[in-house]
């Protein structure tokens, strides 16, 4: 019997062959730098605007105040103001990539911010009931909005710029008009104002190296034996050193002591670094590791076609508004510590447009579909940083604002041509 195979169902295999050939290709060094070359010209940054633009604001204000930028305590005190910009950022990156807004974000974190103080000082509630109550706070109002914009097709802009006001008004109502309520309870002030031990900061940091050198090597390990595409070696070595160094080096810069009398000693990592350690971890595996996940990018990318794959895209709209209005309540209280009270106009004025603006610096798109959790970080880091800067050299308050909506601009800017880009080329 002929073994030989047609030539029409040849070419056909050929061709199937080919669409598939990418996944199964052997990739050295220069093969993926150059596809990483494509990915850039094709419009797909990720974190790289964000990574170049924290540099470069790095070595710009060490340049102009090195003797205050980076010495240790400023390095502390930039970490404790990245953190609840940082998490409000990491809501509503969930919010994004479905392609909503939450305007309301902000004012939700400081109403639950307001909710927990009440609780601890008027009424006596321990701290866990206070914080619980808060975050099921957050999480309510945000089933409430996504039940608006989900089940009653409001956009998400009207619905969230409504809660936008009306929350500033229970939250003048239960505080008073131009009240503030102290925290004191010292678990809370603790998360921004407190330092872990030394030794467990060293520990930690040991253990997510360690922690994220062998999940990188696993997975290399599992894409190689199943044959898929997967990085070179070498660079997936390198890195897992450029994140072990920053993770180590971090830790040694806030292990040193920056107190500034003789007389007492001030070092080691702010539990709020790993409060948003923890978060970001759980963040990434739920968007990258789980169903739910993927139905996030599915609904952001073309929600009718997820409808019709079997997504509930009305519950999916629902979750990441619950999801961002919980994290705002977790803003809310770690910028509650960080001041140790709680105003009236907490979460007001820039805060929601610095979170916006830390996802979309960090690399969410603000169309939908692109986004990851670890562009909060990058994001909120860039937004600490400016602000912090411009503390130093004395700026004034205008030319920060000016300087601040200059950078989102551009970053939103860079998101919408990076869009066309990819339009333009099919991606």
Request: charged share 15%; with cysteine; net charge positive.
């Amino acid at each position: 019997m002929s073994t030989d195979i047609p030539e029409g169902k040849e070419t056909a295999l050929k061709l199937a062959d080919s669409d598939f050939a990418t996944d199964r290709r052997e990739h050295d060094v220069k093969s993926a730098v150059i596809d990483y070359w494509n990915r850039l010209k094709a419009g797909e940054l990720g974190a790289l605007p964000a990574i170049i633009g924290l540099a470069s604001l790095f070595v710009l204000f060490t340049i102009l105040r090195p003797e205050t930028f980076l010495s240790t305590g400023n390095i502390a005190n930039l970490a404790t103001q990245a953190l609840p910009i940082t998490i409000l950022a990491m809501g509503l990156v969930f919010v994004l990539l479905v392609g909503e807004i939450d305007l309301s974000a902000g004012v939700a974190s400081g109403l639950c911010a307001a909710l927990m103080a009440k609780l601890l000082v008027d009424v006596g509630q321990p701290w866990y009931v206070a914080v619980i109550s808060a975050i099921a706070a957050g999480i309510i109002i945000g089933a409430a909005i996504g039940w608006m914009v989900a089940i009653l097709r409001i956009p998400s802009f009207v619905v969230s710029l409504a809660f936008f006001l009306g929350l500033q008004g229970i939250t003048l109502w239960l505080i008073g008009e131009g009240g503030t309520v102290p925290v004191r309870d010292e678990v809370i002030v603790a998360i921004a104002s407190r330092n872990m031990p030394i030794w467990l900061g060293w520990a930690l940091a040991a253990v997510c190296a360690a922690g994220y050198t062998a999940t990188q090597l696993l997975r290399w390990r599992s894409q190689q034996s199943r044959h898929l595409y997967s990085k070179p070696i070498e660079l997936v070595l390198a890195q897992c050193a450029v994140v072990s160094a920053v993770l180590l080096g971090a830790t040694y810069v806030l292990s040193l002591d920056r107190a500034a009398s003789p007389l007492i000693e001030l070092a080691g990592i702010p539990w709020g670094v790993l409060l948003v350690g923890v978060l970001l971890i759980a963040c990434t595996f739920v968007l990258s590791r789980t169903a739910f996940g993927r139905h996030i990018y599915a609904v952001g990318g073309n929600a009718e076609a997820a409808r019709r794959a079997g997504i509930n895209v009305t519950r999916i709209r629902i979750s990441v508004f619950m999801i961002g209005s919980g994290m705002a309540a977790i803003s809310g209280i770690v910028a509650a510590s960080r001041l140790s009270s709680v105003a009236t106009n907490a979460g007001a004025g820039n805060t929601l447009l610095y979170a916006v603006g830390a996802a979309v610096i960090g690399g969410t798109s603000l169309f939908g579909g692109r986004g990851k959790a670890r562009d909060a970080g990058f994001g909120g880091l860039v937004i600490a940083t400016i602000e912090n800067g411009l503390g130093l050299l004395g700026t004034k308050a205008y030319l920060s604002f000016l300087i601040t909506g200059v950078v989102l601009l551009l970053a939103a800017s860079m998101d919408a041509l990076a869009r066309r880009r990819r339009s333009s080329v099919g991606r």
